[in-house]
C-alpha cells in the first residue's frame, strides 16, 4: 500500500487518479506486493524526470519550441492510461505551466532570428556595396583576394528570405564577374605589352652590345643614356625574362662603362702629371711680376705660354685654380703694356706739343702787351693783362708735364 497506489489479494495494481482509482495492471498472485508497488513507482519516476528535464531544458532555452511541444505532446501521450503509480496528475498540471513558457521561449526566439535577420541583411548589404565598388575600380592585386574573403564571409551568414538573399546574391555576384572580366582582359592587354616590351628590350639589347667596343666615349655615353629612356619607356617584358633581359642590357653597358673607366684613370694619371709641370711653369710665371722691365718681360711671357700650352690638360678639380693663376700672370703684363701705350701714344704726343706751341705763342704776345700798357701808363689794362699771363702760364706748366708723360 502507498500513498498513491495498492496491490489487492489477486495481485490486481491500481493507481489513485481524483477520486477514485484505476487498474493499471496485475502482480504475480502471491507476489510481493511491496516489490509491485517499487516496480510501477519507478515508471513514474521515469515518466517524473522526462518531465523534470523537458522543464530544465525549456527554462535554458537549448530546446526549439517545437521539438518542446511535441515532447509534451509525447508525455501527456504516456500519462493517458500511465501504469505508473504515483501524482500523475501532478505531471500533467507541470506540462500544463509549459505552454506560456513556451511562448515566451517562441517569441525569443523569434526575436533573436529576426535580429540575426537584420543583422545578416547589414552584413551581406555591406559585402555587396563593397563588392560592386571594387568590381567598379582596377584594383587588380588586391581585389580578387578581397572578394574571395567576402564569399567566404557571406557564406558564413544565415540565409534571409528567399527574396532578399536572392536579390542581395545577384548584385554580389555580378559585381564579381564584372570584376573578373575586367581584370582577365587587363592581364590580357598587359600579357600583350609584355611581349611587345620583349621584341623591343631584344633590339635594345643589340643595339647596347654592338656600342659596348666603342671607345668614343662621349657620343657612346650619350647613346647609352638615350638606349636608358628608350628601355624603361618600353615596360616590362613578361617576369620570367625580364631579369635575363636586364642583365644582358646592363652587362653591355659594364663592358663600355669600365672600358671608359680604365681610359679615364689613364687620363687622369697624364693629366696629374701635367699639372705638376704646370706649377713649375706658374712659379716661374708669378716670378715676372711685379714687372720692371716691360719688354723683357713680354719676351719671357712669349715662351712661358708656349710651354704652358704644350704642357696639356690637368685634373677637373685643379683647372680652375690653375687657369686662374696663370691668367692673372697674364693680365697684369696686358695692363702694363696698355697703361704703357696710353703713356707714349703719338697722337698724344703731338696734340701736347702743339698745344704747349700755342700757349707760348699766347704768352709771348701777352708779355708784348704788357711791354705797350707800361709804356702808355695804362696800369689797369697792365693788371688785367698779367692775370691772364699768369693763368696762360699755368696751363703751359700743365701742358708741359703732360708731354714729359709721353717722352
Known amino acids: 500500500m502507498s500513498d498513491w497506489g495498492r496491490v489487492d489479494a489477486d495481485g490486481n495494481v491500481y493507481v489513485k487518479e481524483g477520486d477514485?482509482?484505476?487498474?493499471?495492471?496485475?502482480?504475480?498472485?502471491?507476489?510481493?506486493a511491496?516489490?509491485?508497488?517499487?516496480?510501477y513507482t519507478r515508471r513514474f519516476d521515469n515518466l517524473e524526470t522526462e518531465v523534470d528535464l523537458l522543464e530544465k531544458r525549456i527554462e535554458a532555452g537549448t530546446v526549439s519550441p517545437d521539438d518542446a511541444t511535441k515532447a509534451i505532446a509525447t508525455i501527456r501521450e504516456q500519462l493517458v492510461d500511465a501504469q505508473a503509480i504515483g501524482d500523475l496528475a501532478s505531471l500533467s498540471a507541470r506540462l500544463d505551466k509549459l505552454e506560456p513558457a513556451l511562448g515566451e521561449l517562441r517569441a525569443k526566439r523569434k526575436a533573436e532570428r529576426e535580429q540575426r535577420t537584420a543583422e545578416a541583411t547589414e552584413a551581406k548589404t555591406r559585402i555587396v556595396a563593397e563588392a560592386e565598388k571594387i568590381g567598379a575600380g582596377?584594383?587588380?592585386?588586391?581585389?580578387a583576394d578581397r572578394l574571395r574573403a567576402l564569399l567566404d564571409e557571406w557564406k558564413a551568414l544565415p540565409r534571409l528570405s528567399k527574396a532578399a538573399d536572392d536579390e542581395l546574391w545577384?548584385?554580389?555576384s555580378s559585381a564579381r564577374t564584372a570584376y573578373t572580366k575586367k581584370r582577365k582582359a587587363h592581364f590580357g592587354e598587359q600579357s600583350v605589352r609584355?611581349?611587345?616590351?620583349?621584341?623591343?628590350?631584344?633590339?635594345?639589347?643589340?643595339?647596347?652590345?654592338?656600342?659596348s667596343g666603342s671607345t668614343e666615349w662621349g657620343p657612346t655615353s650619350g647613346a647609352y643614356r638615350d638606349l636608358?629612356?628608350?628601355?624603361?619607356?618600353?615596360?616590362?617584358?613578361?617576369?620570367?625574362?625580364?631579369?635575363?633581359?636586364?642583365?644582358?642590357f646592363r652587362a653591355a653597358q659594364d663592358v663600355f662603362f669600365q672600358a671608359r673607366e680604365a681610359a679615364n684613370a689613364a687620363q687622369e694619371s697624364e693629366f696629374a702629371e701635367n699639372a705638376a709641370v704646370k706649377r713649375e711653369i706658374l712659379v716661374e710665371a708669378e716670378g715676372l711680376l711685379p714687372i720692371k722691365d716691360l719688354e723683357a718681360t713680354r719676351r719671357?711671357?712669349?715662351?712661358i705660354a708656349d710651354r704652358w700650352e704644350a704642357a696639356g690638360k690637368v685634373p677637373r678639380d685643379q683647372i680652375k685654380e690653375l687657369e686662374g693663376r696663370i691668367r692673372a700672370v697674364e693680365k697684369a703684363i696686358r695692363d702694363a703694356g696698355d697703361q704703357e701705350w696710353k703713356r707714349t701714344d703719338p697722337e698724344k704726343s703731338a696734340r701736347a706739343d702743339d698745344m704747349i706751341t700755342k700757349l707760348e705763342d699766347a704768352i709771348a704776345g701777352?708779355?708784348?702787351?704788357?711791354?705797350?700798357?707800361?709804356?702808355a701808363g695804362d696800369t689797369k689794362k697792365v693788371a688785367k693783362l698779367r692775370e691772364n699771363l699768369e693763368s696762360r702760364q699755368a696751363f703751359l706748366d700743365i701742358a708741359r708735364r703732360t708731354a714729359s708723360d709721353f717722352s
Open 228 to 248: 636608358m629612356q628608350r628601355w624603361k619607356a618600353a615596360g616590362s617584358a613578361p617576369r620570367n625574362v625580364e631579369d635575363k633581359l636586364w642583365k644582358r
Open 20 to 32: 477514485g482509482e484505476r487498474l493499471i495492471g496485475q502482480w504475480v498472485t502471491g507476489g510481493d
Open 170 to 172: 545577384h548584385r554580389f
Open 300 to 303: 719671357a711671357w712669349h715662351d
Open 366 to 375: 701777352i708779355e708784348a702787351d704788357i711791354a705797350k700798357a707800361e709804356a
Open 138 to 143: 582596377q584594383d587588380w592585386r588586391n581585389g
Open 194 to 211: 609584355r611581349d611587345e616590351a620583349k621584341k623591343i628590350k631584344e633590339k635594345l639589347i643589340e643595339e647596347a652590345e654592338a656600342l
Open 34 to 39: 511491496d516489490e509491485a508497488l517499487a516496480f
